[in-house]
């Protein structure tokens, strides 16, 4: 016939066993601030990357405007000359 054994540990054995877990909770934190750190400078970044895009987009409609007008001012001007 086979005992169940049951661990006990002494006090000493629970007070090391609440001192690794308290380290351990202490460098979640702190990699969990770090975390919240590089989320919020990629959300600054991608705030920025957007911002750029819509200028970036914004001036490739007007450069064919602009082209497409000075061609027209040249053909009224080389009209007028004649």
């Given amino acids: 016939m086979q005992v169940e054994?049951?661990?006990w540990?002494?006090?000493?054995?629970?007070?090391?066993?609440?001192q690794d877990f308290k380290e351990d909770v202490q460098e979640?934190?702190?990699?969990?601030?770090?975390?919240r750190a590089i989320i919020r400078n990629y959300n600054g970044?991608?705030?920025?990357?957007e911002d750029t895009?819509?200028?970036?987009?914004?001036?490739?409609?007007?450069?064919p405007v602009a082209i497409a007008g000075m061609?027209?001012?040249?053909?009224i001007l080389n009209y007028l000359r004649r």
């Fill in 71 to 75: 061609g027209l001012i040249f053909t």
């Fill in 5 to 7: 054994t049951k661990e």
């Fill in 53 to 63: 895009a819509g200028k970036v987009n914004m001036l490739m409609w007007l450069m």
């Fill in 9 to 18: 540990y002494d006090n000493k054995a629970i007070f090391e066993m609440l």
């Fill in 28 to 35: 979640l934190r702190r990699e969990m601030a770090e975390t």
């Fill in 45 to 49: 970044l991608r705030e920025k990357v």
